[in-house]
């Protein structure tokens, strides 16, 4: 389960201190708001007003200045398997390591959890590399690819790269 505290994580560079915390209902649309913009450059897919209350607990926000300006969300699959989801940080916020602050909470609610691995769909697998995160095949994931993937509009043309968190290693 989430926290009920939020974390305030050190400094990041160019922003005031950020705090990480789950996601409340009032989050709802600024988290739709931030997705419809990254789904529209086809960067993650669109997720319905709808999903997101259903699916509100798996989410974290990160906040400066009372504004939520990063969100990521932590999907079970299984015992073994969850998902770094719908990662997305404000075009305002790139490049001040919030999208890092937000996996590294995603991980750490996966080990609080017990899972044993995390993995991602993703454009941008040097990112994920560089946090631990390990190239592997979309076989390797049938959890995801038979309960996700295989509804996706792109299921047969899928141009993302999956990528692994082995929990159990760290």
């Not at 969300?73 to 790139?94: C, K, N, P």
């Amino acid at each position: 389960m989430h926290q009920p505290e939020s974390t305030q994580p050190a400094a990041v560079a160019g922003a005031e201190t950020p705090i990480i915390r789950p996601a409340s209902i009032a989050d709802v649309p600024t988290i739709h708001h931030l997705l419809e913009i990254y789904a529209g450059k086809g960067n993650l897919l669109p997720r319905t007003m709808s999903e997101l209350y259903r699916h509100l607990r798996d989410f974290f926000v990160i906040e400066t200045g009372h504004r939520v300006v990063a969100i990521g969300a932590l999907e079970i699959f299984t015992e073994d398997l969850g998902e770094v989801r719908s990662l997305v940080v404000d075009a305002d916020y790139e490049r001040r390591g919030l999208g890092r602050l937000m996996v590294e909470r995603i991980i750490a609610e996966a080990r609080e959890i017990g899972l044993r691995r995390v993995m991602a769909l993703t454009y941008v697998p040097d990112f994920f590399h560089k946090l631990g995160f390990k190239t592997v095949s979309m076989g390797s994931l049938p959890e995801k690819v038979w309960s996700v993937c295989v509804k996706c509009y792109k299921y047969n043309r899928c141009d993302e790269v999956a990528v692994l968190f082995d929990l159990k290693q760290r």
